[in-house]
Nanobody, 126 residues
Framework: VQLQASGGGLVQAGGSLRLSCAAS????????MAWFRQAPGKEREFVAV????????YYADFVEGRFTCSRDDAENTVSLQMNSLKSEDTAVYYC????????????????????WGQGTQVTVSR
């Protein structure tokens, strides 16, 4: 599975960005899709995940209702709508995929994911 993330950029605090991740896999609907981020000098951290069915999404506590993760299986894409951005949201954002094979709807550990996109830079200025 090849993942291509896009949509990053420079935005002022309080602004919005929409990240997209396009997958090459025909059986995209079988995959749990997640977003992680990594700021300079910090470890990669979980941001959001959407189940393979799209029926549920789960977010890191720091999201505080500002982000929405969704998927479009017809287009093989997963999106992350980010609103009310803060300077601390500055990071490289990665999409990740894991095939759904168990009863779990999502995973928040990076090690659980098999496929990763190349990352897209999000910079939020004060």
């Amino acid at each position: 599975v090849q993942l291509q993330a896009s949509g990053g950029g420079l935005v002022q605090a309080g602004g919005s960005l929409r990240l997209s991740c396009a997958a090459s896999e025909r059986t995209f609907s079988r995959y749990i899709m997640a977003w992680f981020r990594q700021a300079p000098g910090k470890e990669r951290e979980f941001v959001a995940v959407v189940s393979s069915t799209g029926g549920s999404a789960y977010y890191a506590d720091f999201v505080e209702g500002r982000f929405t993760c969704s998927r479009d299986d017809a287009e093989n894409t997963v999106s992350l709508q980010m609103n009310s951005l803060k300077s601390e949201d500055t990071a490289v954002y990665y999409c990740a995929a894991k095939i759904s094979t168990s009863g779990y709807s999502y995973y928040i550990r990076a090690a659980a994911y098999t496929y990763w996109g190349q990352g897209t830079q999000v910079t939020v200025s004060r």
